[in-house]
């Protein structure tokens, strides 16, 4: 990244350093320091109580410690109200030991890389997240904040620069934006950085998250990544693209240029891997009650376990220039920002190893819509459904022996009580739509 601090020192002028991890969910914790501070906490790191990762109690996780990864050290491109200038950093975490905490989720996702990298595989990832932009009319009201569509070139303004503010802090911040768009909806956005290796990528996709909303709010505007933060229209999704090229030459793995649809045989084990563990990943990928309000037919979400060259709607889609070696990759099209990167790349990379040393064959291609079709062909076709609700997703999870194995069990378990924490809260909650539809007529 951009205005990374050597050893010893910090950037002129910041006042106060954020040390950010991550917590089970994917969502960004801090503690702040003054400036002053950062030789000695980045000597010796900073205590932490293990709950606030894992979301729960445990005595034998209560001490950790934060290291910071001065490589990942920004100034944050926006003052404080006040003025002042604040640098962000993100940091690692350790047990009692000194030890990378099992739970930690960049310490997963590092621990997946280096047995890719130990085959001689390097992975590269992109996201592309899309999220809303609107605005409060009313007390907990939200609203579109425009009423463009698909692509759309609009008149006013405000919030395109919104999406600017954004592009041009995280360019500061050293993530390159190759640009933004107006999605399918109404004040629905996308905007989209330069891809990088799979710890690089995880972490800017929450930096990305965490500029958006304080650069829309400066606007007046709220940025929402929920999956489904509107029941009439489409929800949010995060487009996962993953390759492969060799730790050696840095050659890209993935392409074949005498294959018909220009597919290595690695590619094609590694799609299987996916598609035989995409039950597993769908707990990873959609881990909230809500993101399973958008996976329903007819909404533009995938909601089949199914791949494609040419189809859009497909869970696993096959992108690239045949012509262009570097280009060929996959991308998974059913993940929601709502997912913690960390956790879900390591698990895709689980899923490419275990299709690759078990040589799973992939199935033919889907490419018209699977959600068109009937039960009948479906079935014919080899072609199941992705999980419906969080914890059908969830049995899942535990079920698979792989994924499991990368998360780790304690990962797994923080995962798995975080989430049916989440659905048992909404569980409990009766809805104006329960009250409209059953008071009067049961």
């Known amino acids: ?166 592009s041009e802090a995280l360019d500061r911040m050293g993530l390159t934006v190759t640009g933004h768009h107006h999605e399918v909806c109404p004040g629905q956005r996308e905007i989209v950085f330069l891809h990088g290796d799979a710890l690089t990528t995880a972490d800017r996709l929450l930096l990305l998250k965490h500029t958006a909303r304080a650069m829309a709010r400066r606007r007046g505007l709220r940025a929402v990544f929920m999956p489904k933060p509107l029941a009439h229209l489409y929800g949010n999704a995060l487009h996962v693209h993953v390759s492969l090229r060799g730790t050696d030459d840095d050659r890209p793995l993935f392409h074949d240029a005498d294959d018909p649809q220009g597919m290595s045989a690695l590619f094609r084990a590694c799609l299987a891997g996916v598609l035989d563990h995409a039950s597993a990943l769908t707990a990873l990928g959609n881990p909230t009650v809500n993101s399973y309000k958008r996976m329903v037919p007819a909404s533009g979400t995938p909601v089949h376990v199914s791949w494609a060259r040419h189809n859009r709607s497909t869970a696993f889609k096959v992108v690239g220039d045949p012509a262009v070696p570097d280009s060929t990759r996959l991308e998974l099209r059913s993940p929601d920002p709502a997912a913690n990167p960390h956790l879900l790349f390591a698990s895709v990379l689980a899923a490419f190893a ?89």
């Not at 003025?83 to 940091?91: A, D, E, P, S, W």
């Not at 621990?111 to 999220?131: H, N």
């Not at 009937?374 to 419906?388: F, K, M, N």
């Not at 923080?414 to 569980?427: G, I, L, P, T």
Request: contains cysteine; aromatic residues 6%.
């Open 1 to 166: 990244m951009a205005t990374a601090v050597p050893a010893g020192h910090q950037p002129a002028d910041t006042d106060f350093v954020q040390l950010l991890f991550t917590d089970i969910a994917g969502r960004l914790k801090s503690l702040e320091i003054p400036a002053a501070r950062w030789d000695a906490v980045r000597a010796d790191g900073w205590t932490v109580d293990g709950s606030v990762l894992l979301g729960f109690g445990d005595p034998d996780h209560s001490d950790l410690r934060l290291v910071p990864d001065p490589d990942t050290f920004v100034v944050r491109p926006w003052p404080t109200p006040a003025g002042r200038t604040v640098g962000m950093v993100l940091c690692d975490v350790r047990d009692a030991q000194g030890r990378p905490f099992a739970a930690d989720p960049r310490a997963v996702l590092r621990r997946a890389v280096e047995e890719s990298e130990r085959r001689g595989l390097r992975p590269v990832f992109g996201v592309e997240a899309e999220f809303y932009l609107l605005r409060e009319s009313d007390p907990g009201r939200l609203d579109p904040s425009d009423r463009g569509g698909y692509w759309d070139l609009g008149e006013a303004e405000e919030a395109d620069e919104v999406c600017r503010d954004i």
């Open 354 to 442: 275990d299709g690759a040393e078990r040589g799973l064959k992939v199935p033919d291609a889907c490419e018209e819509p699977a959600d068109t079709l009937g039960a009948a062909e479906l079935a014919a076709r080899g072609i199941a459904p992705l999980p419906t609700d969080l914890p059908t997703a969830l049995r899942a999870l535990a079920e698979d022996t792989v994924v499991r194995a990368a998360l780790g069990d304690l990962a797994a378990t923080a995962h798995d009580r975080h989430c049916r924490a989440d659905f048992n809260a909404w569980h409990r909650i009766v809805t104006p739509w329960e009250v409209e539809r059953y008071a009067d007529s049961v």
